[in-house]
């Protein structure tokens, strides 16, 4: 019988859903899709100084705007204590882990002197039982850890999926921390029950966690349990080639949702950075899942592009049905104070966003031009001397007469600019500059009788009046 793909993604609560992370769940889930198994979302709240109920609704709504549906979860780790003490009273009856009484004093003289023998600073193994070896006498007072026997000879290789064989030896390595003196779980014996529990097939993580594998590989070893496949992706790096962090930029989803990014575009562009199908650069969901089969991932660092970033919403913005549009610009507009009523949402707004979308690759900037329509506009002193001439204002005065009697379409106002043009022996670009600056504050738009249309007789003559 196959083992039935499960992946999954464990985020900890300390913060919004990093991009890194956002990544690895995409390929997590896309890979679960693609092989018609499950995602599951596992909350790793073991830091409980660090981790808040804010972030894990930070994060959980990020995976639902990237449409990273999960079949399971979210399962928390601090729900799950008891499963992991019994574990951990297993390993210690079977003699594969142990209590560790060093203080951390102790802990750091053993370090320093071996650094100063020039050895690796591993665990002494003072605590460690051993057959016919009398340990010291238990401390009063002290809390014990649990450490991990690991092996303490021999390789732990395994065939990663992202990065190919990998071995590690088990000389470069201690045992590990398994439980703190609180009880808690530290993070590599609470991943190795969780997934060993929740039957996860295929870990998909970040290659920070490769020197965490060998201890992990050795636990299932040593619970007899399944071994799954590991995949660790490389690092997401910015545009200087170091880690891509906070101080470089934004790393949040959020950061992306609020500035105006498709959730579609963000999901193309992270699955694009560090896995390839062909030269396509713009796929669609469904195509992603039939594509993602966990060949063709990138085994070096890829290096987050903001202007490809910007092309690729861009390219999805035109795509985008207008009304759905309008509902987020009219959520961005908010942010620049115009509140729309629903009905304007519904019927205007749509249409503003057909005309604009072309020329914008985020909705913020939708809503900075859709805010000259709604809002107010100031033209800028320079432009206004330049354009809006002393030669040119009879033949705006005249626009505003046309324009105040003529019907409200499209055609019957191109009509009364060529009119105006006509009577004043005018080009066009002579006077649809001037009314772009005045009606519009700027003066590159879309189509003048466009915009003018749009934009509401009464509006543009009122902007038309201050010639
Ligand atoms: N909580 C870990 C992290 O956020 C998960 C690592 C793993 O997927 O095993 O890095």
Redesign the pocket.
């Known amino acids: 019988m196959t083992q039935k793909i499960r992946t ?5 609560p300390t913060g919004f859903l990093h991009l890194g ?1 956002a990544r ?1 769940a995409l390929y997590s889930w896309a890979y679960a899709r693609h092989y018609g198994g499950d995602f599951v979302l596992r909350v ?1 709240d073991t830091d409980v100084a660090r981790s808040t109920q804010d972030s894990v609704d930070q994060i959980l709504e990020s995976m639902h705007w990237l449409g990273l549906e999960y079949d399971e979860g979210p399962i928390y780790q601090m729900q799950r204590l008891e499963r992991y003490k019994q574990v951990l009273d297993q390993l210690i009856a079977e003699g594969k882990a142990y209590y560790c009484y060093s203080t951390p004093e102790e802990l750091d003289a053993v370090r320093e002197a071996k650094k100063a023998r020039g050895e690796k600073t591993l665990y002494d193994g003072r605590w460690r039982p051993a057959p016919g070896r009398t340990l010291p006498p238990v401390p009063e007072g002290v809390k014990p850890v649990v450490r991990f026997c690991n092996p303490p000879d021999g390789d732990v290789t395994w065939n990663d999926l992202v990065k190919g064989p990998i071995t590690i030896s088990n000389r470069e390595i201690d045992d590990l921390i398994i439980a703190r003196t609180d009880g808690i779980p530290t ?1 590599n014996f609470a ?1 190795v029950v969780d997934d060993w529990d929740m039957t996860i097939s295929h ?1 998909f ?2 290659d ?2 490769i020197n965490n594998t060998p201890w992990q590989i050795n636990m299932f070893n040593a619970l007899g349990a399944p071994l799954p496949q590991f995949g660790h992706c490389p690092v997401i790096l910015g545009d200087d080639g170091q880690k891509l962090s906070k101080r470089r930029g934004a790393v949040s989803v959020t950061a992306y949702e609020e500035g105006g990014y498709l959730p579609e575009a963000m999901l193309n562009y992270l699955a694009r950075l560090g896995w390839s199908h062909g030269d396509d650069e713009l796929f669609t969901r469904e195509q992603l899942v039939d594509w993602f089969d966990g060949s063709h991932l990138n085994k070096s660092p890829a290096q987050w592009d903001p202007v490809k970033l910007l092309w690729v919403n861009a390219q999805y913005i035109k795509q985008a049905d207008n009304q759905r549009l309008a509902a987020l610009v009219a959520q961005q507009l908010v942010k620049l104070g115009i509140t729309l009523q629903p009905d304007v949402v519904e019927n205007h707004l749509p249409q503003l966003c057909a005309l604009l979308k072309d020329r914008c690759d985020t909705t913020v900037v939708l809503a900075q031009w859709a805010a000259k329509f709604y809002g107010d506009v100031t033209p800028d002193a320079t432009e206004l001397a330049q354009h809006v001439t002393e030669a040119v204002r009879p033949a705006v005065a005249t626009l505003k007469e046309k324009l105040s009697a003529c019907a409200w379409d499209k055609a019957s106002i191109s009509a009364a600019i060529k009119e105006v043009l006509a009577i004043h022996s005018l080009k066009m670009p002579q006077l649809a500059m001037p009314v772009r600056v005045l009606v519009m504050g700027a003066a590159q738009t879309p189509s003048l009788d466009s915009v003018l249309e749009i934009c509401g007789r009464e509006k543009v003559i009122a902007r038309l009046g201050v010639a």
């Open positions: 999954r993604i464990a985020p900890s992370t690895t790793e993070y991943v870990v993580r970040g920070e966690h």
